[in-house]
């Protein structure tokens, strides 16, 4: 089994200058605070505070989760997930890397399990169009909420539930499974009172800290995908973020290199690009735990800091075309993650029908293998020669092994560069804030006040043209 690697080359001045580019003495002069940071993780995840440290050793769990799902993919052929933000993105950004190509449109026996459908939007077309395409008695539905109350996936749910108890009568149970919290919670009430099948988000894991968890961990298994494959990549990660050592540790090196551009480079924003469609969706997941963890109004003392670093999510080769001109001579606000891939799982040459036209005729007989990485290269040289602060994250292929060590090194990234920048990367009030206010405008009980409060404090003309 092989590690991910991080090349960090061309962050460092030597390759791309002074301005830009760190120097040895940057990570020096962090070490003593890295040290600290190191030691207040180790023990509070030692005093069980931080419990997403600990997922990947929960075997047992997980293999509970792959029975449950042998049960789904006998009885469904579609699954979908109704649940929002970490509640969403860790399943999408694993079925987009695990799954078969094309998953849900190849034969089950193909795609090894379900049909995964994750309903992340509300979007009234979009969902009714997914409701409508899919045959109910065919699918289970999973409601995942670690709030129980969260207005979105409720609406949601609710509406399935109206369906399948119109639809379907009195079988209506077994198409649903929900995953929240152990205790509390409006979502927990239910699945008590009605006795539905559910299943629990452990206590004290934040939703974008929830990848290895029933949350993610059910639909991936009963989509058929490898979760203890997973968890071995992710234990494999643990073991080499155990050290201090900011040039060893690679979730530390991948935070502290973002930490210093940030604020000794001005570099605000952060782009992850995969060359590797089967990753696209890892940017994504990997632009909320990043947003939502490090932006923040205050530091964990209460001074405003109005902190983080904005995230964007790109994909080669494709946006080559379209955002690489601006990363190249745009504004030198940005740092680059790219994600390589070196062995995919398909080779595809190129044949060689256009021999008499030499414009073309190069690329016969070579092969999307070879293109996909050259041009990778060709950013990184385009980026590094005009002094743009570069990485590359290398996976010797994607597979569940290493997609479990590179979420796992980058949720251990995050909680340590929320130490770095002295914020709870574990809290969320700007998103609570949009909670609320769907609470209160939809005129949830107890919410009178607020609702009143922001009506008050909305402009009373609208400037429009
Ligand atoms: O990371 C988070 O905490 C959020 O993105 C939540 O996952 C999201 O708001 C959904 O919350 P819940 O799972 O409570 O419905």
């Known amino acids: 089994m092989q590690d991910i690697k991080i090349d960090y080359t061309n962050i460092m001045a030597p390759a791309i200058g002074k301005a830009n580019g760190l120097i040895e003495e940057n990570f020096t002069a962090l070490s003593f605070r890295a040290d600290k940071i190191h030691d207040d993780l180790v023990s509070r995840r030692k005093s069980g505070d931080k419990p997403f440290y600990d997922l990947p050793y929960k075997i047992k769990e997980a293999k509970e989760l792959i029975k449950a799902a042998s049960t789904i993919k006998k009885n469904f052929s579609n699954m979908v997930v109704l649940g929002i933000g970490g509640s969403a993105l860790g399943t999408t950004a694993m079925l987009t890397a695990l799954g078969r190509p094309m998953h849900n449109f190849v034969s089950s026996r193909k795609r090894g399990g379900v049909r995964l459908f994750v309903a992340d939007n509300i979007d009234p077309d979009e969902f009714g169009a997914l409701l409508s395409t899919l ?72 939703g974008r800290f929830t990848a290895f968890t029933p949350v993610c961990l059910l639909p991936a298994a009963s989509a058929g995908i490898d979760i203890l494959g997973m968890l071995k990549g992710a234990a494999r990660m643990d073991e080499r973020c155990r050290t201090g050592d900011l040039r060893k540790n690679p979730a530390y ?175 969320q009030p700007g998103v609570e804030f949009g909670k609320q206010y769907a609470y209160a405008m939809m005129g949830r009980a ?20």
Not at 154 to 172: A, E, P, Y
Request: with cysteine.
């Open 135 to 206: 045959k109910l008695k065919d699918t289970v539905f999973n409601v995942v909420s670690k709030s129980g109350s969260t207005a979105e996936t409720m609406s949601q749910f609710m509406i399935v539930l109206d369906l399948l108890k119109n639809k379907l009568g009195r079988g209506w149970k077994k198409h649903l499974i929900l995953t929240t919290d152990a205790k509390e919670g409006i979502l927990r009430e239910i699945a008590d009172t009605y006795r539905l099948k559910t299943f629990v988000v452990p206590d004290g894991v934040g």
């Open 253 to 427: 090196l991948f935070a502290s290199i973002h930490y210093l551009q940030d604020t000794l480079k001005g570099k605000k924003m952060t782009v992850m690009m995969p060359y590797s469609y089967r990753l696209k969706d890892v940017a994504d997941w990997f632009r909320q735990l990043w947003a939502e963890s490090l932006g923040k109004a205050r530091d964990i003392d209460g001074n405003p800091v109005h902190a983080g670093q904005t995230p964007i999510k790109a994909l080669g080769a494709t946006d080559q075309h379209s955002q690489v001109q601006l990363y190249v001579e745009g504004p030198f606000d940005k740092l680059f993650c790219l994600l390589e891939v070196e062995s995919f799982k398909t080779e595809m040459p190129i044949p060689e029908p256009f021999e008499d036209q030499p414009g073309i005729s190069y690329l016969g007989g070579q092969s999307l293998n070879r293109l996909i990485a050259v041009e990778k290269d060709g950013t990184e040289y385009a980026l590094t020669t005009n002094n743009r602060p570069n990485m590359t994250i290398k996976l010797p292929e994607v597979s569940a092994h290493t997609l479990g060590q590179l979420l796992y090194m980058l949720e251990v990234a995050t909680a340590f560069a929320g130490g770095l920048y002295r914020v709870d990367a574990f809290d």
């Open 446 to 465: 107890g919410y009178e006040k607020k609702k009143a409060e922001y009506e008050s404090g909305k402009s009373k003309k609208r400037l429009v043209v």
